[in-house]
C-alpha cells in the first residue's frame, strides 16, 4: 500500500506495522516455523494482535483510494457529466468513511497495548468505615461482576473474606474477556459512599471508602520470573472454617518477591497446589502492574493524573444515597440513579467520556 501526502506524520508508525505484520505472516507459511508449535502460536499471536489494527488501516487506505479516484474526476475539465455528478453524490459519504476510519486507526494505535489484554485481575477491599465499608465493597463487587454480565466476560472469585454483616473485606476477581483490561482500566482508585448506615440508630450520614485496584493478567513469558530463586514460599496450615483438612494439612501458600517486596496470600483452597497456582497468578499481575507502574511514571505522568492513576489512595467517585447520585471526580460529572449503577453495573457513561478524554491526551502526545 501507498502512503498519501495527506497522511498524518503518526501514520508511518502504522506503516511499520503493517510492515511487520507482512514478515511475520510470511515466516508463518515457512515449513520449519509450522513444524514448531511454541513458534506458530507465538507468530500467531503476534499476527492476530496486528490484524486488530491492520484491517483498519487497510480500509482506510482502500477509503482513501477511492476518494483520490473521485476527485481526479471532478478536477478533470474532460469528464464525463454523468460520471461527474455520481462522483459529486458519492464524495461526503465517503469523506465521512474515511474520517471515520482514520479516528478509529488513531484509537487503535494508541491504544493497542492495552486492547490486547484479555484477562484482568480486580481486587476490592473496604476502607475506612468498618462494616458499613465492607458492606460497600459488596456493592463494588457486585456492580462489576453485573457489569462483566453484561458484557458477557467469564468472571471467576480467586479470594473473598467476608464481613460480619455480609460485607466484603477484600475480594480479588479474575474477569476474561476481549479487551477487558479496557472495560475496567478507569476504575482502580479511591471509591467513597456517603449514606445512613444500617448499623447508625440516630439517622446520620456517614462516609466510607473502598478501594479498587485493576491489574492486566500478563501471560507467563511477559514476566521474566524464576519462581526457584526470584520468589520465596512459605507453607502453612490454614486457619478458619473449612473442617479437619484445612486447619491440620499445610495447604496455606504466602508468596514473597524480595525484589519488589511484593507478597501474596492464598489459603481458601484445601490443596495447596490450587492454592499455590492462584497466588502466583496474582503474584504476576502484581510484578505485570508494578513494572507498568514504574514506566508510566517517567514518561507519562501528566496525562494519568488527569484521567486517574488507579492508585489505590487516589479518590475517583463517590456514591451520593440521600441525593441518589454518583460523582466522578476526574470528569466533575454526575449521574443519577445508583440502582441501575450499583446493582445493573451500568456505569457506561462515565467509561465512555474517559476513554474519550484518554483518547485525546494520547493523540496530542503523538
Not at 44 to 59: I, P, S
Not at 283 to 291: A, G, I, K, N, T
Not at 322 to 350: A, M, S, W, Y
Amino acid at each position: 500500500m501507498v502512503a498519501s501526502a495527506n497522511d498524518p506524520p503518526w501514520m508511518a508508525r502504522v506503516e511499520e506495522m503493517a510492515q511487520r505484520g507482512a514478515e511475520v505472516a510470511a515466516k508463518m507459511n515457512q515449513p520449519e516455523v509450522a513444524a514448531s508449535g511454541a513458534l506458530m502460536v507465538k507468530l500467531a499471536h503476534e499476527h492476530g494482535q496486528l490484524e486488530k489494527t491492520l484491517k483498519t488501516y487497510r480500509e482506510y487506505r482502500a477509503a482513501t483510494d477511492q476518494l483520490n479516484e473521485l476527485q481526479q474526476i471532478l478536477a478533470d475539465p474532460e469528464s464525463d457529466a454523468d460520471l461527474r455528478e455520481l462522483a459529486e453524490a458519492e464524495l461526503p459519504e465517503l469523506e465521512q468513511r474515511r474520517e471515520l476510519l482514520l479516528r478509529a486507526l488513531q484509537e487503535r494505535l494508541v491504544t493497542s497495548d492495552e486492547g490486547s489484554i484479555n484477562s484482568i485481575i480486580l481486587e476490592i477491599r473496604a476502607g475506612t468505615g468498618g462494616e458499613e465499608a465492607a458492606l460497600f465493597a459488596r456493592e463494588l463487587l457486585d456492580m462489576y461482576l453485573a457489569y462483566a454480565a453484561r458484557k458477557g466476560f467469564k468472571s471467576e472469585t480467586l479470594s473473598l473474606s467476608s464481613s460480619d454483616l455480609g460485607g466484603v473485606k477484600e475480594a480479588i476477581v479474575n474477569i476474561i474477556g476481549p479487551e477487558a483490561y479496557m472495560h475496567y482500566r478507569f476504575e482502580g482508585g479511591g471509591h467513597r459512599v456517603q449514606r445512613v448506615p444500617q448499623t447508625e440508630s440516630q439517622g446520620r450520614i456517614h462516609t466510607s471508602a473502598a478501594t479498587v485496584a485493576v491489574l492486566p493478567e500478563p501471560e507467563e513469558v511477559e514476566i521474566d520470573i524464576n519462581w526457584d530463586t526470584d520468589v520465596v514460599e512459605h507453607v502453612s496450615r490454614a486457619g478458619g472454617p473449612g473442617g479437619q483438612n484445612v486447619n491440620k494439612v499445610s495447604s496455606a501458600i504466602r508468596l514473597e518477591h524480595p525484589e519488589t517486596g511484593i507478597t501474596v496470600s492464598m489459603r481458601d483452597d484445601k490443596s495447596q497446589h490450587k492454592n499455590r497456582a492462584k497466588a502466583r497468578r496474582i503474584m504476576l499481575s502484581r510484578l505485570y502492574e508494578h513494572h507498568q507502574r514504574v514506566q508510566r511514571q517517567k514518561i507519562d505522568s501528566d496525562r494519568r493524573s488527569m484521567v486517574g492513576s488507579g492508585d489505590r489512595s487516589e479518590r475517583i467517585r463517590t456514591y451520593n444515597f440521600p441525593q441518589n447520585r454518583c460523582t466522578d471526580h476526574r470528569l466533575n460529572k454526575d449521574v443519577f440513579g445508583l440502582e441501575r449503577i450499583l446493582v445493573g453495573g451500568e456505569f457506561d457513561e462515565f467509561l465512555a467520556e474517559l476513554h474519550e478524554r484518554d483518547l485525546r491526551l494520547r493523540l496530542e502526545a503523538l
